[in-house]
């Protein structure tokens, strides 16, 4: 199970986005997330004529490592570590460490 996952609130803790937070979008592989509003890179397109997109110069987010962001804690306003840990029923949550809360329902 992993600690991070596409929709959940992250605030990244290094780099030089560092204190920005945003939603996950996607996971590119186990270690690289790209998150929403963090990591923005300029990118030059060539435009096409033939399917009437224009060229220029747009602003997208890059991948950022997963070991630079954490997961965001609603009540603490902070950034909180993850654990994991089995139910009664077998099922598998995500928890966080400083308050017990579980993120999973």
């Not at 435009?47 to 060229?55: M, V």
């Not at 997963?66 to 089995?86: A, C, E, H, P, Y």
């Amino acid at each position: 199970m992993q600690n991070i996952k596409k929709g959940d609130e992250v605030i990244v803790i290094a780099g030089r986005s560092k204190g920005k937070r945003g939603n996950v979008l996607k996971r590119l592989d186990e270690n690289r997330l790209l998150v929403e509003n963090v990591n923005m890179v300029k990118k030059h397109v060539k435009g096409n004529p033939r399917s009437g997109e224009a060229g220029g110069i747009i602003e997208q987010e890059a991948p950022i490592q997963q070991s630079n962001v954490m997961l965001f804690n609603s009540v603490t306003q902070k950034g909180d570590r993850v654990g994991i840990k089995t139910l009664e029923d077998n099922r598998k949550v995500r928890y966080f460490k400083s308050n017990g809360e579980v993120i999973d329902s």
